[in-house]
């Protein structure tokens, strides 16, 4: 008897001597452990990583004891190159975030687990997905990817200054062009009535706006700028070719600002000193809170829509943040249901991090009071129906996106030969497309 006691003790005290499972979450986020690390309550989270942070705190609370979630942070303009390198030296996350736009490039290289067959047994919807989450998860006949959200172009307008310049509705909305010579009419008649540029862009060290502002111009003309394979881009369309003279319109006539980096165009707007600015749904949490305080430019003053129609058809340039578990992130069964759980548990908490700023990635989400209620989020809430990217199946997006932005930049500012710079940018990209493409076949890393 005696024995079977010291028995049953030692195998109860095993028990509770137990480690916690501990999988690695890698993320671009950043850092606010010192003001978030403990926290718990979602209504007191404001901002990505506070969110992210919180979300974490609440399920390593709940399940203390057994798993733990340890994030991992890396800079987000470096993030993929450290990812890579990551998962070559076999360190690898049990989750990650990653953009829809980049999924393919992991998918092809066989990196990436299917999601889609263990939704249904986790509790997750997928027909829940809106229709932008559903198409940056899915790729190759399979759901390779949680969604997290949508983020897309928008824009942003300081209505104070659009009442001065004559350009609100009876209601107090802004009044939002709908044909490019009516976007040309507001953007003149604005300057003309506060001697400020109409819009906001960023020139300066930022590839991505004309790069993106450019996919977002030539799907609203039912182009594409891959009209024949995802390995050759068209640069010399005629929709390419309308964009470019809208872009040099704008800037020829000073109804731009100039020479700015994202964040002297982001502090431009804040302050006053333009009309209108194109930038994402990720500043909706940051001018909102100037909105509702007294004393700013922005007190009262602020709306956002989404990229309006200037022509054939709606569309947004929109990216999306998923979830992926790489494979050989999990070990063992019990990683596989802590990661599992953790993604259940992101799901169960999307319209939270719709307060971001993003779009939630579950329709039920996108029409809850809960969402709506937030502000701005009724007049973006049609993002998630029209937003639109490069095609899925196209290689190097981030790159892709950053060379037509460069070439941009220099035709509209700099005053580059479109009949020397298209063809030569073209080819540049298609070539480097060729050989990514040779490059997968071979099973090589470019």
Known sequence: MKRLLILALALLLAGTARAETVIKLSHFFGVCEAEFGRNLDLEKANGE???????????????????????????HSSYYPQLGARLVSRDVPAI????????????????????GPAFAATGIDANDFTPHARSGAWRAEAFYALPADSHAWLWHFNTRLMAKAGLLDARGEPLVPHRPAELLDHARRFKAATGKPYLAWM????????????????????????????LKIDLQSPAVKEALRLFRALEREGLTTRDMDYSAAVQAFMNG???MMINGTWLLGPLNAQARTPGTPLFEAYRAIPFPQLYARPAAWADSHE????????RTADEQAA???????????????????QL????????????LDLPQRRAIAPVAEIGVALPPTVARQFRVIASMGELFNDLVVGGGDEAVELPKVQTTLTRMLTREAQFIAEGKKP
Request: with cysteine; hydrophobic share 40%.
């Open 203 to 230: 020139t300066s060290n930022d590839t991505a706006f004309f790069g993106r502002t450019l996919i977002n111009l030539v799907a609203q003309q039912g182009a594409s700028l891959f009209p024949e394979s995802p």
């Open 360 to 371: 939630p990635a579950r329709m039920s989400s996108l029409k809850s009071a809960a969402y």
């Open 49 to 75: 990583c506070p969110m992210l942070t919180t979300l974490v705190n609440r399920f390593n609370d709940q399940h203390r004891g057994r798993w733990r979630v340890q994030m991992q942070v890396m800079e």
């Open 273 to 275: 000193q333009v009309g």
């Open 96 to 115: 990650s975030i990653m953009h829809a736009s980049q999924l393919n490039d992991f998918v092809k290289r066989g990196l990436v687990e299917p999601l």
């Open 323 to 330: 979830w992926v578990m790489f494979k050989g992130g999990t």
């Open 339 to 357: 990661a599992w759980a953790f993604l259940k548990h992101w799901h169960d908490h999307d319209v939270y991090w719709a307060r971001t700023g």
